[in-house]
Every structure is written in C-alpha cells, then in structure tokens.
C-alpha cells in the first residue's frame, strides 16, 4: 500500500505523473488485485500522452473491479484523447448502465455526441 500512497502523492500532490507511474507499477507488482492503481496508472500514462499503455491499465483495472466507475470514465478520455469517439461512447454508456446517476459520465457523453 505504501507504493499505492507514494503514487497518489507523486500523481496528485506534485504533478510528478513520471514517479507516479513507477510506485503505480511497483503497487500493482506487489498487489495486482489493488484495482485502484490501474485506473491512477492510467491517468498519469494519459499526462504522459501514453494512451496505449493507459488505455491497457484501465482495461486490466475494469477486469478486477467491473463496477469501478473512475476506470471507465478514465478510458473514456483515454479514447477521446486518441479522437476514437465511438470507443468512448461504448465505454461511457457502459458506466452510465452502471451507475445511472453519474454526472461527470454523463457529461462527457453528452460532450461525445456534441450535446454538451
């Protein structure tokens, strides 16, 4: 958990997306169900402008936790960074299935479709 928090603190503290990324991977080696690293991964990968390899993190992070909303709301600005709208509508719909309420997906969605 201590490389989880050092992520967090590099991520979200400092801006240091870099750091960020090596204690995300050092988390996810020593405990690869923290299904919250995948999607903090992928967000310091997007800073990076590494969306490929972000877009993988998110995908492993939903396979352990397919009800984390963060997760697909990340992949879906990691598809609307590579301009793949109709990925992203897939994934936003699919969070929006789960928690019906949720405001910043559907936010985006409507920004997707050009409703926002």
Do not use: C, H, W
């Not at 877009?55 to 997760?71: C, D, E, M, T, V």
């Amino acid at each position: 958990m201590e490389a989880f928090n050092s992520g967090n603190i590099y991520l979200f503290g400092l801006g240091d997306p870099d750091n960020a990324v090596t204690s995300y991977r050092k988390a996810i080696s020593l405990k690869p169900g923290i299904f919250e690293a995948y999607n903090n991964i992928g967000i310091a990968l997007i800073q990076q402008n590494r969306i490929d390899e972000a877009i993988s993190y998110l995908n492993q992070g939903i396979k352990i936790r397919p009800g984390y909303i963060a997760a697909y709301i990340t992949l879906g600005k990691a598809y609307m960074a590579q301009s793949k709208a109709n990925e992203a509508v897939k994934v936003l719909q699919e969070a929006l299935r789960i928690s019906p309420d949720n405001k910043e997906a559907k936010a985006m969605l409507e920004g997707v479709l050009g409703r926002g």
